[in-house]
């Protein structure tokens, strides 16, 4: 999705609406490191990232991390709360400065009630939400760590080219990626050694430049239908 695409919301609002909005909003700063929202916590203001990115994370009883997904300039968050008016579901944890624009819960459902774009806007958002968490569901049901390692990747080099980059700056380390596929980091550094080899993508310090965008897709596509096939087969 584009940084384009991620600003809908406001798109969707009139000159005036968004105006109004923004007039009511304020900015938020965050360190790195730091957690903005936490599971568990009642409050149901909604937030669009302006600069930076986020983790949204979970955490298992032992601690340890569970990562769902990325937040990255444009994207909005929070919405899941000020709809229905529940707890925060996830942690939110800065993975560099960040700098926020954040509304009331109140003044985000003027907003879509005001304006049938935006509310068409969010259906689909929270349709592709739940298309995506099905697509890793079957990921870490189905496939195998190489393979899972091989999908988050794809959607990594796909990210970077929807902004018009072969890019991905800064890259996830390689603990980062075995939390996102559930593995060890030493499997996750043997295969990039192996991708790397293959002229996939070349990496240097915090990036990842994807060279070979569509074979790492071939690989994801006979590597997924094999996979599948041997669960059935089970």
């Known amino acids: 999705m584009s940084f384009s695409d991620r600003l809908g919301f406001l798109e969707a609002l009139t000159v005036e609406e968004r105006d109004k909005l923004r007039a009511r909003s304020r900015i938020v700063r965050v360190k790195r490191g730091q957690t903005l929202l936490g599971r568990g916590e009642h409050s149901s203001q909604v937030f669009i990232v302006i600069e930076g990115r986020l983790r949204v994370l979970l955490y ?17 968050f929070g919405e899941l709360g000020a709809i229905d008016g529940q707890d925060r579901s996830v942690n939110i944890v800065a993975s560099s400065d960040v700098r926020l624009m954040s509304f009331a819960r109140s ?39 190489q393979t899972r390692l091989h999908c988050e990747l ?22 980062e990626l075995a939390n996102r596929v559930g ?24 990036r990842l430049e994807f060279l070979d965008l569509p074979r790492l897709e071939e690989y994801v596509t006979r590597s997924s239908l094999r996979d599948a096939s041997n669960l059935i087969e089970r």
Do not use: C, Y
């Open 107 to 145: 003044d985000f459902t003027a907003a879509m009630t005001s304006s049938t774009k935006a509310t068409d806007w969010m259906m689909k958002r929270l349709i592709g939400q739940v298309r995506s968490l099905t697509e890793k569901v079957f990921e870490l049901s189905a496939l195998n760590v």
């Open 60 to 76: 298992s009883m032992s601690a340890r991390e569970v990562f769902l997904r990325e937040l990255a300039a444009g994207d909005m």
């Open 183 to 206: 593995t060890s980091r030493e499997a996750v550094t043997r295969e990039m050694s192996v991708l790397s080899g293959q002229d996939i993508f070349r990496s240097g310090r915090k």
């Open 154 to 175: 794809l959607r990594l080099g796909k990210a970077a080219a929807a902004e018009g980059s072969r890019e991905v700056r800064p890259a996830p380390t390689h603990s």
